[in-house]
């Protein structure tokens, strides 16, 4: 049943914020690895605080709505920088195999500088 009402709520929300498009919630919108690392942070500490007495209201299911903004913004930009991370490893990684020294030490070193956000 509970399911059922969660179900139906969020439906009942999203068909709302889709009628009113001019005024949809943006979300925050990371411009840097650490500030979508930080937004996430904050997006999920809201959303466990929401969730902590088990109980979900309408009022807290639409600040938990406006959040995932924020969580899919931050989770979206992270995803698009190691994708750029991870095509330099591959660089990397085909340089190494055909011997090309230059272009292996460039993409090795550009993996090392953007890679130190992602610890």
Partial sequence: MKKILLTSTLMALATASVASDDKHFK?????????????????????????????????????????TYSLENALEFMEEEIEQIQETVERVHKG?????????????????NNSDVLH
């Fill in 27 to 67: 979300g925050k919108m990371p411009t840097t690895y650490e500030q979508a690392q930080e937004y996430l942070v904050e997006s999920k500490a809201k959303l466990a605080e929401i969730l902590a007495d088990g109980n979900v209201s309408r009022v807290e299911m639409g600040e938990i709505h406006q959040l």
């Fill in 96 to 112: 190494s195999e055909r011997g090309t020294n230059a272009q292996v030490f460039q993409d090795a070193q550009q993996f090392l």
